[in-house]
């Protein structure tokens, strides 16, 4: 299952070309845009220096929950400090460990993605530096596309999980839902409610749950917004 390359709000069409190119010189994965609605294809040849194929494959979708929805992980790219967070090579490892699809998250090259959206993710990544964190989109894609090239040659098999893993989109429905009745009954504030219900969402993810399991705590949500 390729891995898609997820790359939010970028810039410019160049910076799209670039990127396209460094997954041609990697074979890592598969090249989706969101929110991006003035794509100029000749820009993006110009920089995609022949990467044609990656161009004519790429997906363009206008929000974050279109291009992950189907997703059974997903890690977000930061170049800040973040405890725990993972190098491009133990990201390799991680996303071909999936046995579907997955996604490689890479912020706009100027802000990057904010707390709230890392605050999504399944993991977070980081490429460790010397003495500036910044790095072009371009240079982010190739190093964690290398380290995919490499993992690829040694990387165990995906072991088939006992029970199917909830997608990014039946979390997000049962994140939605379980905000509307948690502000109904005042436990979260209004002000912040993303604070405390992405800690949940958190846990949620570490525990691991089935799509199955995911899906009877949305019907209990339902049932109790309904009371």
């Not at 992980?73 to 190098?87: F, I």
């Not at 040694?154 to 997000?172: F, K, Q």
Request: net charge positive; charged share 20%.
């Amino acid at each position: 299952m390729p891995i898609r390359f997820v790359l939010h709000r970028p810039r410019n069409s160049k910076n799209i070309g670039s990127a396209a190119r460094a997954l041609a010189n990697t074979s890592a994965g598969e090249l989706w845009v969101v929110e991006f609605p003035e794509y100029d294809r000749a820009q993006a040849a110009r920089l995609a220096a022949g990467a044609d194929d990656v161009l004519d494959r790429m997906q363009v979708v206008p929000t974050f929950e279109a291009a992950l929805a189907d997703c059974l992980d997903v890690v977000m790219t930061t170049g800040r400090a973040v405890p725990g967070a993972l190098d491009p090579a133990q990201t390799a490892l991680r996303l071909l460990a999936s046995p579907g699809p997955v996604a490689l998250v890479f912020g706009d090259e100027v802000r990057g993605l904010n707390n709230r959206e890392l605050r999504r993710a399944a993991a977070v990544a980081t490429i460790p530096t010397a003495e500036k964190a910044s790095l072009n989109l371009a240079q982010a894609v190739l190093i964690f596309g290398w380290e995919i090239f490499k993992a690829r040659g040694h990387a165990p098999p995906p072991i088939a999980p006992v029970a199917a893993p909830p997608d990014e989109r039946t979390l997000s429905l049962l994140r939605n839902r379980a905000q509307a009745l948690l502000l109904a009954k005042g436990f979260l504030n209004p002000q912040q409610p993303d604070m405390v219900l992405e800690e949940l969402v958190q846990l949620l993810r570490r525990a691991q749950p089935s799509k199955r399991e995911v899906e009877l705590l949305l019907s209990a949500v339902s049932q109790l917004a309904r009371q």
